[in-house]
């Protein structure tokens, strides 16, 4: 009785056994179909989750906080990474059951870019979210190019604002550094999108050649910061500007060391961020708990968005706490609840700058994938021309909606979620219809990645090779 009692404290233990209990008074009452969905033969209980400093982990803290995760049986430990390759590294080798990653980082390590690895994800974390910073000297430049209108700066802020200050750098005899964290992140590639679409060219990759440093032909040198280092690391003046997510941006805001100038979603509207990913291998080995998890997840994102944001200022406090983002309240809240503050003082309703949940922010679209591979592509870190079909390819061994829609349906059968809130899965393609928010005008049309790469100026297309 002693050992049974010390198994049923353990979290999730309880209502692994309210579930039993419920399919055999299901039975019993003959409604078991709906019930039996919810009952998972979870084949490993305790996971370890990685994550780095960031509020988009927002999921994993509040699907831990909230209890989602012991009701999915589940009992899970979370556990802050030193960067981004470290992360990776450990899911790989198994230390790690899965974790919150760059939504690159998956398609990178499965097509060889780096390290070799099977990775998968099922879930998305998260839409916007990241933000372009430059030091105060720079921004002093780059005023002077902008137009403003009620003595503030017209947004969106281009890079064509930035090309005189690079030139002039350039006159110096200085080379103009940039942050970004992680070669194959949403960041490096944002960052790239925004300089070249300001006829600022932001250095090839070859890694055919050795050559991995992403600075080849470069006007703007960008290389790897780690995210809660970003402030310091311009501050210091070792970088002149970064791309990063929060609480990194606001931070320079609160330091006064800098100014935010555009954010993603200006860049890309409800551009996708983050991942949660985990190893095929693994996947392969806890089917039912990997779906779990991502029910657990899809009900943390839903409570993140619910009720137009209501719950945010009490999952900014839970993010302030040190073992998870551990920056302060105020700094995360600046835009976890709805705002955004560029220059000191000039604070902008940016509602949608964080999105969990709504706009169907959970599911990995095929299309979001290919955007990635595109960019890999254009930036050299895939050396030589694909087929479209390749791209199509890749994208369907990484991203896995078929267990996304497995984990939604079990969470529309316990009536937790309406089926109204997910796509339509008897029709969804995982494809979004062509996309023209973004701030050089190009549309983006998923199913024809080498068309796309055909519409810039700067970047690899067709046959090109460094």
Known sequence: MAKFTHWLNRPGKKQKLAK??????????????????????????????GFIKLTDMAPLAIAKEKGFFEEEGLFVELEAQANWKVLLDRVITGELDGAHMLAGQPLGATIGFGTQAHIITAFSMDLNG?????SNSVWDEMKKHIPHKDGKPVHPIKADALKPVIEKYKDEGKPFNMGMVFPVSTHNYELRYWLAAGGIHPGYYAPHKGDTSGKIDAEALLSVTPPPQMPATLEAGTIYGYCVGEPWNQQAVFKGIGVPVITDYEIWKDNPEKV?????????????????????????AKW????????????VKILSKPYYVGA???????????????????????????VFFRYNATYPYYSDAIWYLTQMRRWGQISEAKP????????????????????????????????????DFATETGFKPPQK?????????GSKP???????????????KI
Do not use: C
């Open 20 to 49: 039993a209990l419920g399919l055999i008074s299901a039975i019993t009452f003959g409604a078991a179909s709906q019930t039996a969905m919810a009952v998972e033969d979870i084949e490993k209980e305790d996971l370890k989750f």
């Open 130 to 134: 990241n933000g372009i910073t430059v």
């Open 276 to 300: 949660f990913g985990v190893s095929k291998k693994w996947a392969d080995e806890y089917p039912n708990t990997h779906i779990a998890v991502v029910k657990a997840m899809i009900r943390a």
């Open 304 to 315: 993140l968005d619910d009720k137009n944001n209501a719950n945010r200022p009490e999952a």
């Open 328 to 354: 302060d309240y105020d700094v995360i809240a600046n835009s976890m609840t709805g705002t955004f503050e560029y220059e000191k003082g000039d604070k902008r309703e940016v509602p949608d700058f964080n």
């Open 388 to 423: 479209d079909t390749w791209y199509m390819d890749i994208a369907k061994k990484v991203y896995r909606p078929d267990i996304y829609a497995q984990a939604a349906k079990e969470l529309i059968a316990e009536g937790k979620i309406p089926a109204s809130e997910f796509p």
């Open 437 to 445: 928010e973004f701030i050089d005008n190009v549309t983006y049309d």
């Open 450 to 464: 080498n068309e796309y790469l055909g519409k810039f100026k700067i970047g690899l297309k067709g046959n090109d």
